[in-house]
């Protein structure tokens, strides 16, 4: 009898004893061995693993996963990692804020571009890739001197000179051969909106590592940016609506925090528009990646 409470009482302490951690040490742990690059510093996931805060796996079966671990996470031995050293991985885990609860992917609302081969001088005048509420998008060949008519401020994103962006004010147009032959025509309707707060807990999308600035006036701010392969841009919460100009061939693969996730392909030309209070991490998973980026005040 004394002999199974001792044995009772040994497993309820293998099972439920959360040893004492310094959630300090641990941050500074899950960084410096790299737990980070694929569970998020947040370890809330990201592009490669799964979400681990704040609600890791009881202590025991964190340690012998940490130690021998399944599918693509390496495995961390005593000498890299002591069980103190997990102890406080695992503090700093249970002390991370919650992520916010649903999060949009990438593009609910994708807008697939008009086939380029039909943009003919004949189909230009036809319909806009996207209208709504913020905007009015067309894709513009100088084959087209007369349409589209833009009636506000507009933005024109050259497709053919990647990079080029001009801006107009209240319904005049840019020349589209000077901007190469072929541009996205973004017309702006008079709805701002104040970008929202974030409390999110991750940066905003822009600016962020490797982005231009191509300009910015009191209704937008334009980004130039390249996705590197193998290179996931940091988890970053949008908090303006957006028109993406995709100018390369390729799939981005976007992640939320809870770790679900979604690829999107895209062609030279292909403009999506974006809403905002979204929280996401992106990486190239095919061809190249290059966008010109114009987010609405
Ligand atoms: C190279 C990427 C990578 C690194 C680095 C990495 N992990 Fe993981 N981790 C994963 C993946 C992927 C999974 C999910 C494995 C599966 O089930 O296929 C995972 C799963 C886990 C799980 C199990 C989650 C569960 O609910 O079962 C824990 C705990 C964990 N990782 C902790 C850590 C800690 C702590 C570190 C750093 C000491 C770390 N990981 C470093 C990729 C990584």
């Given at each position: 009898?004394?002999?199974?409470?001792?044995?009772?009482?040994?497993?309820?302490?293998?099972?439920?004893?959360?040893?004492?951690?310094?959630?300090?040490?641990?941050?500074?742990?899950?960084?410096?061995?790299?737990?980070?690059?694929?569970?998020?510093?947040?370890?809330?996931?990201?592009?490669?693993?799964?979400?681990?805060?704040?609600?890791?796996?009881?202590?025991?079966?964190?340690?012998?996963?940490?130690?021998?671990?399944?599918?693509?996470?390496?495995?961390?031995?005593?000498?890299?990692?002591?069980?103190?050293?997990?102890?406080?991985?695992?503090?700093?885990?249970?002390?991370?804020?919650?992520?916010?609860?649903?999060?949009?992917?990438?593009?609910?609302?994708?807008?697939?571009?008009?086939?380029?081969?039909a943009a003919s001088s004949a189909d230009v005048s036809g319909?806009?890739?996207?209208?709504?509420?913020?905007?009015?998008?067309?894709?513009?060949?100088?084959?087209?001197?007369?349409?589209p008519r833009v009636e506000g401020d507009s933005v024109w994103?050259?497709?053919?000179?990647p990079g080029e962006v001009v801006v107009k004010s209240k319904?005049?147009?840019?020349?589209?051969?000077?901007?190469?032959?072929?541009?996205?025509?973004?017309?702006?309707?008079?709805?701002?909106?104040?970008?929202?707060?974030?409390?999110?807990?991750?940066?905003?999308?822009?600016?962020?590592?490797?982005?231009?600035?191509?300009?910015?006036?009191?209704?937008?701010?334009?980004?130039?940016?390249?996705?590197?392969?193998?290179?996931?841009?940091?988890?970053?919460?949008?908090?303006?609506?957006?028109?993406?100009?995709?100018?390369?061939?390729?799939?981005?693969?976007?992640?939320?925090?809870?770790?679900?996730?979604?690829?999107?392909?895209?062609?030279?030309?292909?403009?999506?528009?974006?809403?905002?209070?979204?929280?996401?991490?992106?990486?190239?998973?095919?061809?190249?990646?290059?966008?010109?980026?114009?987010?609405?005040?």
């Amino acid at each position: 009898m004394r002999y199974l409470l001792i044995l009772a009482a040994a497993v309820l302490l293998q099972t439920s004893a959360t040893p004492a951690g310094d959630a300090d040490n641990g941050k500074t742990l899950f960084v410096k061995v790299g737990c980070y690059q694929c569970h998020n510093y947040e370890g809330h996931g990201g592009a490669a693993g799964a979400r681990i805060a704040p609600n890791p796996p009881p202590f025991r079966g964190f340690v012998s996963y940490v130690r021998s671990p399944k599918g693509d996470m390496p495995p961390y031995r005593e000498k890299t990692l002591s069980e103190q050293d997990l102890a406080d991985i695992y503090a700093y885990l249970r002390s991370r804020p919650r992520p916010p609860a649903a999060v949009p992917l990438l593009t609910s609302d994708p807008v697939p571009v008009r086939n380029p081969a039909a943009a003919s001088s004949a189909d230009v005048s036809g319909k806009p890739l996207i209208d709504n509420e913020r905007v009015t998008v067309w894709d513009v060949t100088a084959a087209d001197p007369n349409g589209p008519r833009v009636e506000g401020d507009s933005v024109w994103v050259s497709v053919s000179r990647p990079g080029e962006v001009v801006v107009k004010s209240k319904g005049a147009r840019a020349d589209i051969a000077a901007l190469g032959g072929r541009a996205i025509a973004i017309d702006l309707k008079n709805a701002s909106k104040p970008p929202l707060e974030n409390k999110s807990g991750y940066p905003n999308a822009f600016p962020r590592p490797g982005v231009r600035k191509v300009l910015e006036n009191e209704r937008i701010i334009v980004w130039d940016y390249s996705w590197t392969p193998n290179q996931p841009t940091p988890m970053h919460f949008h908090d303006k609506d957006v028109v993406v100009v995709y100018l390369a061939d390729g799939a981005l693969k976007s992640t939320t925090p809870d770790g679900q996730s979604t690829t999107n392909e895209f062609s030279v030309g292909t403009t999506r528009f974006n809403l905002r209070d979204r929280v996401h991490t992106e990486v190239l998973a095919k061809g190249s990646g290059r966008a010109v980026i114009t987010e609405l005040k």
